[in-house]
């Protein structure tokens, strides 16, 4: 059904001028979650607890003077949006219209934050606008973030500013291309609002410029959604929500329209992997997402609610960009697989009113810890361009001692494996100082390298070099493997806070640029080398590029 009714937007305080001229939204709305999960009675948008519903009616609040700052065209196409830069898409996008078969909502969900049960938490800045059958027959829904309060908003405003909005929405589309699995975005649009914060948690809050960011999923269900109703020991809502996810979005499982107890069973397994995949994934990119609570775990499998995350510049486990999570670094770099075991032990706690026996959830959770470490020591092994497959009985010393390696002195964990990936297979001949040579434009601080360290480094090349002589792959074909797995483009925070001093200051041309770089990670992009390169030093300590706060 083609769609370009807009109809006024309930509780709208403002006259928006809509503009109908084109066929641009020609979306057909299918709306599952409303039409079939309990919904809460009440519709007034006020900040309440909500029992026994999986989700409020809301409408998104009415912006000023809305504005595209950048979208993802690869999106738009997979929607079968054809013109964004219609005044009906900047109407839509931003809040201030909604589509005649939008069903618009706020999600209820609980969570544990750093490790402690907080309630009721929910959509407190989120709304989707509704679902939509794609061209190609997958669902997706669409959900704006920013777009003003909900009933689960708390204390807060429901608004989001420029600077997180430009986080969320380029490292969204950076990590699908990078092929981690993530939510996806759409578009980002400033409002001409002013969001008051105070970035620094200070005392010194300030205006700044308001935003909305448009997210895409097939689904934005978390962990918390589970826990919430299990909590309350609602299980009514616990079985209505695993059975819709499970018909819809794990529909591939025995049972999927009936589920048993070993449905939920082999469903709860099936997250675990996901899972498992998702965090090997962070490892092998350098990416720390930074608040691994349970009500930020998709339930896909997802990475999703972009906030203080982060991306290791310098290798280091023990990293983590979060500032509220400085003094603990419960979710640094190196504890994610960690964290997101726990984060699984409390989903299937939640699910336990669903099943007749704990032990296959138990014998699930343990088969995380097995298929995270078989997969990471695969992962591993493709960046460093060995064949997972052979038989390599050292294959967890030899990346042990690359560990060691790459903190021995700070080295760029990007620029590392590129680097790597140059050095020929016949290389024992090069002496040490040519090794270390070949890498060291991911050394920081090259002149720190003292002997004993250059021969660490020197002696683990070697032993390297050693693997890749059972290796029959000419050099060509092992460097465009380690290429095609380790990315020269991520989004360094650094980066991602340059683009916002711009875009704050009106220009918002680097954030499309870097849209643009970040669509082809692993390419060379020889033109824009410089955001290949490591961290300057003006970046090392400065907020936003080293450490984030959660305000936003
Ligand atoms: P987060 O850590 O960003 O995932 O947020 C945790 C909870 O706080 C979620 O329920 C969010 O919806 C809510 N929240 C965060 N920021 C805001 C805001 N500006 N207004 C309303 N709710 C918010
Ligand atoms: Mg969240």
Redesign the pocket.
């Known amino acids: 059904m083609a769609l370009t009714r807009l109809v006024a937007r309930r509780g709208s305080s403002r006259p928006v001028r809509l503009d109908f001229s084109g066929i641009a939204l020609d979306l057909t709305f299918t709306n599952r979650f409303t039409a079939e999960l309990p919904a809460d009675p009440e519709t007034e948008n006020r900040r309440r607890q909500v029992h026994n519903a999986l989700f409020s009616r809301v409408a998104p609040a009415t912006t000023s003077s809305p504005e595209l700052v950048a979208f993802s065209q690869e999106m738009a196409d997979e929607l079968g949006i054809a013109d964004l830069h219609d005044g009906e898409f900047l109407a839509v996008f931003s809040g201030n219209a909604v589509l005649a078969d939008m069903d618009p909502y706020a999600m209820c969900y609980g969570g544990h934050q750093f490790g402690n049960w907080a309630g009721q ?6 709304m989707a606008l509704g679902e939509v059958l794609t061209p190609q027959g997958g669902h997706q829904t669409l959900q704006l973030k920013g777009a003003g ?1 909900t009933p ?3 204390s ?5 500013v420029l600077r997180s909005s430009i986080r969320e929405f380029l490292c969204s589309e950076a990590m699908h291309h990078l092929g981690v699995p993530t939510t996806r975005a759409l578009s980002l649009v400033t409002t001409g609002d002013k969001v008051v914060r105070d970035m620094f948690y200070d005392g010194n809050a300030a205006p700044e410029p308001g935003a909305v960011v448009c997210r895409v999923a097939p689904s934005f269900v978390r962990f918390g959604s589970f826990e919430l109703p299990a909590s309350r020991g609602e299980t009514e809502t616990l079985k209505a929500l695993a059975d819709f996810t499970i018909r819809h979005d794990f529909s591939e499982l025995d049972g999927a329209n009936n589920p048993t107890s070993d449905t939920y069973a082999a469903w709860f397994s099936e997250v675990a992997r996901r899972t498992a995949v998702m965090i090997i994934d962070w490892m092998r990119v350098g990416f720390v997402h930074g ?1 691994m ?1 349970t ?2 775990m998709s339930i896909l499998g997802l990475t999703i ?1 972009y ?1 203080p995350y982060g991306w290791v510049d310098n290798f280091d486990p023990g990293w983590t960009p979060n500032t509220t999570d400085s003094q603990h670094r419960r979710y640094r770099f190196g504890n994610q697989a960690q964290m997101a075991y726990w984060n699984l032990a409390q989903l299937g706690n939640a699910i336990v009113p669903l099943v007749d026996d704990v032990e296959p959830l138990q014998a699930a959770l343990d088969r995380f810890i097995e298929e995270y470490s078989t997969g990471h020591r695969t992962m591993m092994l493709n960046k460093l361009g060995l064949d997972p497959d052979r038989d390599l009985d050292d294959a967890d010393e030899l990346i042990q001692g690359l560990f060691s390696v790459l903190q021995s002195i700070e080295t760029d964990f990007t620029i590392f494996f590129r680097r790597l990936a140059d050095i020929n297979a016949g290389s024992q001949a090069m002496s040490d100082d040519e090794l270390v040579h070949a890498i060291a434009d991911a050394h920081y601080e090259p002149s720190a390298a003292t002997p004993e360290i250059k021969l660490e480094i020197a002696t683990w090349i070697r032993r390297w070099l050693d693997e890749l002589a059972d290796d029959s792959r000419p050099d060509d074909e092992r460097r465009a493997a380690m290429n095609a797995t380790n990315p020269k483009y991520v989004i360094r925070n650094y980066l991602a806070q340059l683009a916002i001093d711009n875009s704050e200051a009106g220009d918002h041309t680097m954030v499309r640029d870097l849209l643009q770089v970040l669509r082809r990670p692993y390419d060379e992009q020889p033109e824009h080398e410089e955001w290949a390169q490591k961290r300057p030093d003006w970046a090392r300590s400065r907020p936003g590029c080293s450490m984030l706060s ?1 305000s ?1």
């Open positions: 938490l929910g959509d407190g800045r989120a309060p689960y908003s708390r807060a405003d429901g608004m989001a608040v609570n009500d930020n609610d906030g959660c936003s």
